[in-house]
Each structure stands twice: as structure tokens, then as C-alpha cells.
């Protein structure tokens, strides 16, 4: 008989940035009792300690080496709050709102190319996933980091509405941004996510597409949740 945990899948998601792929995980996570791991947040705290340890220059050069030599000293990890959701660290230090800045967001990118640092994380990642149940999102997860995932799906959404989405973010929290500034920020990243030599975002052959740009929250969460149950019910 099956256990529990050979009933579990891995859901992979991946996509644009701010193609909102985050909160339909972490919607599916919570309905459906399994973790949400964000992995972009992983690169984001590694991109924050090469700023805190002056590794990026003015013109967002990354000292590669120095980082490099650095892997070994660099913790990260996911906190559950006390409302359920779940907090970066970095080195024991809650991040979750510093890794969200622009000026995290401005460097992250050059930092995501880096083979050793994609390494290092996506062994991380692979070892979060070691008793299924989880839900990842990013750019690789179908393709690199569970190759194997049961279900796979890939969002979309034009960088227009994708830089809407982020520049309404952060005015909410009060952020000073421009709205060309953020779009040019999607955009630039897009260009780095497509064309970087090791894990590039692309679509995996058995991953399902999504453009969520006319969606609301409701109907992208009730479709991701009857593509699950559509699996599920598969495994029974
Ligand atoms: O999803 P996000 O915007 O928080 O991701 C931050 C950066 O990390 C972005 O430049 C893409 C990169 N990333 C990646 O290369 N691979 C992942 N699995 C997740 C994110």
C-alpha cells in the first residue's frame, strides 16, 4: 500500500518574474497542506549578502571570486510565521522585506547567472524537495530542479501587466518608484532569465502554460488547484 508521502507530488512552477506565479503557489500550498518554497527568495538573499559585503560594484558588477570563496558562509533558510506565511533568512537574520527592494531586485539577476551560486541553491532546493509534498516557484524548477515533478506549469503575462503588477506592489508599501523604472527592470530581467547560458527559463516540454494576464486571483488559484486534483486523482 502507498504511504502518505508517495502520495504527494511536487508541484513545479515557473515563469516571468511577477507573472504572478508565487501567489498561485502559495495559494495551492495552503489549500492543499504542502510547503511553499520560494526560490527566487534564495537568490534574492544571496544577491543581499554580495551588497552587504561590498561584492557589487557601481556599474552592478559582481566580484564572482569573492562571492565564490563566500558559498560556505551563506545560510538560507524559511521561517514559518505565525500567520502561516514564510520569512527568508540569511545567515539566522530575518530578510523578507530587505530582499524585496529594488536595490536587491537591480542586482539579483547578474548574481542568478552565476553556475557555482545555481549549484549551490538548486542542491538546496533538490534536498527541500526530498519528501514531496512541496510547491516551488521560479525559473528552473521543471526543467533543472525536479525534472521528475509530477505537475508542471508555466505562467505568463505580458511585461506591461507583470510591471503593473510589481510597480502597485511596491507603492503599497510605500516604495519611491517609478513605473518606467519597474517596467524597465521586468524587461531587462526577462532578457537575463531567457538568455543565460546555465538554467534558463524556458518552458519544460511536459510543463502546462498559463497567461494569466486577463485572471483574476480567484480563477488562476481554482485552475492550478483542479490541475492538482487532476494528478491526484491519476495517482490513486
Ligand atoms: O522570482 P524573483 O523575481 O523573486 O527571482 C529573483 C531572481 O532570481 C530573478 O532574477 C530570477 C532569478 N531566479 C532564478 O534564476 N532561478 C530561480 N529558480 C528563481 C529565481
Known amino acids: 500500500m502507498a504511504t502518505k508521502t508517495e502520495n504527494k507530488i511536487i508541484v513545479a512552477i515557473d515563469g516571468y518574474s511577477s507573472s504572478g506565479k508565487s501567489t498561485m503557489a502559495r495559494d495551492l500550498a495552503s489549500r492543499v497542506g504542502y510547503r511553499y518554497i520560494d526560490s527566487g527568495a534564495m537568490y534574492r538573499a544571496v544577491a543581499l549578502y554580495a551588497l552587504e559585503h561590498d561584492m557589487i560594484s557601481a556599474d552592478g558588477s559582481v566580484d564572482e571570486t569573492a562571492l565564490i570563496g563566500d ?21 539566522g537574520v530575518d530578510v523578507e522585506r ?47 530542479v525536479f525534472p521528475d515533478a509530477e505537475l508542471k506549469i508555466f505562467v505568463d503575462a505580458s511585461p ?48 502546462i502554460a498559463i497567461d494569466n494576464s486577463h485572471m483574476t486571483r480567484e480563477e488562476q488559484s481554482a485552475w492550478l488547484l483542479e490541475q492538482f486534483n487532476r494528478v491526484i486523482s491519476r495517482k490513486k
Open 98 to 144: 530587505e530582499i524585496r527592494q529594488l536595490r536587491v531586485s537591480s542586482v539579483v539577476s547578474p548574481v542568478a547567472t552565476i553556475v557555482a551560486v545555481r549549484h549551490r541553491l538548486v542542491a538546496l532546493q533538490q534536498s527541500m524537495g526530498e519528501s514531496r509534498g512541496i510547491v516551488m516557484d521560479g525559473r528552473d524548477i521543471g526543467t533543472t
Open 160 to 207: 506591461q501587466t507583470r510591471a503593473q503588477r510589481r510597480f502597485t506592489e511596491l507603492v503599497e508599501k510605500g516604495a519611491q518608484v517609478s513605473y518606467a523604472d519597474v517596467l524597465a527592470n521586468v524587461v531587462h530581467r526577462d532578457e537575463v532569465d531567457r538568455t543565460r547560458a546555465e538554467s534558463p527559463l524556458r518552458k519544460a516540454n511536459d510543463a
Open 71 to 91: 558559498l560556505d558562509k551563506i545560510r538560507i533558510d524559511f521561517e514559518l510565521q505565525a500567520d502561516g506565511t514564510q520569512h527568508t533568512t540569511l545567515n
